[in-house]
């Protein structure tokens, strides 16, 4: 048994108890359904505001699944059921009531590939304001702002007409969370937002996450332990379970999962054992 | 592994055979094309040919005015018909269409394209000639939208299966409604393959003679109302072939090679418009 204490895993200074941290996000007791499979079994999450939360895992565990529940993205897959309960301030997501296209306004996503539109750059970021009806002004405003937020206006501030297809992939991505920030949600969902990038234009986008925490809600899915102990303030570690349906085996401080995991098999992924 | 040698012996002999296989597909409509020309250029260049009416048989001269805008008229009419209605239906397929509904429209649609196209024509006869008990270019019209639609449709379906998921769920997640995410980013998208579709069913419109046999039925004079009877090229081709008139015959020849020249035309200007609103 390797201690705790010899790991070198590091992890950014932070406060580890937050008395007056919120939870924005709450998962309770999800399963998750494709057809007859079942991919998730009881999971639960407490994502608290203003925080980013990492959920991590082997290949398969239904991170992404996971994920894709807290906005209702799971509905384009035809044939999957998910119960349980996903509170997010309060109210249940999963309620078939919800008015799924208010909560993905509330609730933005970062995908693993950029996927810019084909469409100009001004067009990408505006397209959310300009379905939300906003003035021009407004538009050009928020265009300009949620460009600025993730450090991309200086770089295309003179081509704004121009095909967005022709950014480079780090700017692509940046541009899709320009995008999504333009609509001013409060979560931001980023499914390894990263893994198509280089480790230059990572560290860009890991970078932009700690500003944007201070006023967004980030629930991010890795691969990357590493990234996971750079960025997050909290991180959920997943596994499949013997029926390879995905748990939340640990959930805590980030700095608590990589450095005092309170599972073995928390530990065994953390020092690379398996995954 | 192999020996070097039987390795770029192999590819050479691959590459011969695909380079064979092209000129097997390429060299018949070369020569179709330079054939049309070659035949087609004098009867083109005869004064009068774009001006004139028909003569009646054995007066010299002569032109196709009455064909060219016939043929404008019913393919027009026809794409008006056909190329909404079918986009839509395609939309609809690929977007909405993964159930028994789609699935019984593509058969309806994989039936029709099998149909001989002069199917089409009985169908304007009876639908419209019967029913106005008079020939016209509108009959023509609704026989050539029914034989473009399943073109169209599937080719709209499949230029917009070809535009990633990832794009309708960029748009989806942030909160756009299905329909918004279908009508602005998807179908912009995948205009350059619609268009295309569209353009092969207008061309094939345009070629057919069959359907108009007896709805349009042939017009030699001028004429633009959409209820009398017209002519088109395609009827030009097929009636004056049959005549023993050099100077008609050569008048089908040339009425051939305006055909291809428009299609191409229609073809080239559509793709730069493409181009130029995609960019």
């Known amino acids: 048994m390797i201690s705790s204490i010899t790991m070198q895993t590091e992890v950014a200074q932070r406060p580890v108890e937050d008395a007056d941290a919120e939870t924005k996000l709450d998962a309770r007791h999800v399963d998750f359904f494709y057809g007859d499979f079942q991919a998730l079994e009881d999971a639960s999450l407490a994502v608290q505001a203003r925080r980013i939360t990492a959920l991590i895992g082997p290949s398969g565990c239904g991170k992404t699944t996971f994920l894709r529940i807290f906005n209702r993205m799971h509905d384009l897959t035809p044939g999957t059921r998910a119960t349980g309960e996903v509170l997010l301030d309060g109210q249940n997501v999963l309620d078939p009531d919800t008015d799924v296209i208010q909560l993905r306004r509330q609730v933005g996503m970062l995908f693993q590939r950029p996927n810019p539109f084909p469409k100009s750059i001004y067009d990408n970021v505006a397209y959310g304001p300009h379905m939300l009806g906003w003035s021009k002004s407004r538009i050009d405003a928020v265009v300009e702002e949620s460009l600025k937020d993730t450090g991309l206006w200086d770089e295309v501030k003179n081509r704004l007409r121009r095909s967005a297809l022709n950014l480079s992939g780090g700017q692509q991505q940046r541009l899709c969370l320009a995008r999504a920030l333009a609509v001013e949600p409060q979560v931001i969902l980023m499914d390894e937002p990263a893994s198509s990038l280089d480790p230059i234009a990572t560290l860009r986008i890991e970078e932009l996450m700690q500003d944007l925490k201070k006023r967004y809600t980030i629930v991010i899915v890795t691969h990357n332990m590493q990234q996971a102990a750079r960025v997050s303030d909290s991180t959920a570690f997943m596994l499949m379970n013997e029926r390879r349906a995905g748990e939340v085996i640990e959930f805590g401080p980030t700095d608590d999962i990589f450095n005092r995991p309170k599972d073995s098999r928390t530990e065994d992924y953390i020092t690379g054992r398996f995954g | ?279």
């Open chain 2, 1 to 279: 592994m192999s020996h070097p040698l039987v390795r770029v012996f192999v590819d050479r002999l691959v590459a011969a055979l695909i380079v064979v296989c092209v000129m097997v597909a390429a060299i018949p409509v070369l020569v179709l094309l330079v054939f049309v020309v070659i035949k087609g250029l004098p009867g083109l260049l005869t004064p009068g040919f774009f001006t004139d009416a028909p003569h009646p048989q054995g007066v010299p001269g002569g032109g196709v005015l009455n064909a060219i805008i016939g043929t404008l008229e019913i393919v027009g009419m026809a794409s008006l018909l056909a190329v909404p209605v079918g986009a839509l239906i395609g939309i609809f397929l690929s977007e909405y269409g993964r159930n028994q509904v789609g699935d019984t429209v593509r058969f309806i649609s994989d039936v029709l394209t099998g149909l001989p196209s002069i199917a089409f024509g009985i169908f304007g006869y009876t639908v419209v000639v019967l029913t106005t008990h008079h020939f016209s270019a509108i009959s023509a019209s609704v026989a050539l939208a029914v034989l473009m639609l399943p073109v169209i449709l599937r080719a709209t379906e499949s230029a917009l299966t070809l535009i990633p998921q990832a794009l309708r769920e960029a748009g989806l997640a942030l909160g756009a409604p299905r329909w918004r995410v279908t009508l602005e980013i998807v179908v912009p998208a995948a205009l350059g393959g619609i268009v295309t579709g569209a353009l092969l069913a207008i061309a094939r419109a345009a070629g057919e003679t069959a359907p108009l046999l007896f709805t349009s039925f042939g017009n030699d004079i001028v004429q633009t109302n959409p209820l009398q009877p017209m002519g088109a090229l395609a009827l030009t081709v097929f009636r004056n072939a049959l005549l023993p008139y050099p100077n008609l015959q050569d008048q089908a020849w040339a009425a051939a090679l305006l055909l291809v020249i428009l299609v191409a035309a229609a073809n080239i200007l559509a793709r730069v418009y493409v181009r130029r609103i995609q960019r």
